[in-house]
Nanobody, 125 residues
Framework: QVQLVESGGGLVQAGGSLRLSCAAS????????MAWFRQAPGMEREFVEN???????YYAASVKGRFTIARDNTKTTVYLQINSLKPEDTAVYYC???????????????????WGQGTQVTVSS
């Protein structure tokens, strides 16, 4: 079992930055692929970026150059640095974890076994 707790969301002006954190419980954190998703009101949950247990990453085209995922296995935490925020980035951001996900599945929310409760990011124009 893995428990995930996100933090770091808030209200920020367009062009600003935020760093989201996702603290994970469990002693096998390093074995999990971690990902960030986001969900805007009335929209489906959208893949943002993931990081494998070997630190390679994959990101959605919409966030290229602005979002960066990182993990600290000693702190069992994964981070999402968000720069140059835009109003369309407004959403609830969720952290997800899975041990067996493949590269073909990483965009699919239903393939992740564990989720956090989410943290709200609101970007004003």
């Amino acid at each position: 079992q893995v428990q995930l707790v996100e933090s770091g969301g808030g209200l920020v002006q367009a062009g600003g930055s935020l760093r989201l954190s996702c603290a994970a419980s469990g002693r096998t954190f390093s074995m999990y692929a971690m990902a960030w998703f986001r969900q805007a009101p009335g929209m489906e949950r959208e893949f943002v970026e993931n990081i494998w247990n070997g630190d390679s990453t994959y990101y959605a085209a919409s966030v290229k150059g602005r979002f960066t995922i990182a993990r600290d296995n000693t702190k069992t935490t994964v981070y999402l640095q968000i720069n140059s925020l835009k109003p369309e980035d407004t959403a609830v951001y969720y952290c997800a974890a899975d041990r067996g996900i493949t590269s073909a599945e990483l965009h699919a929310p239903g393939r992740y076994d564990y989720w956090g409760q989410g943290t709200q990011v609101t970007v004003s124009s």
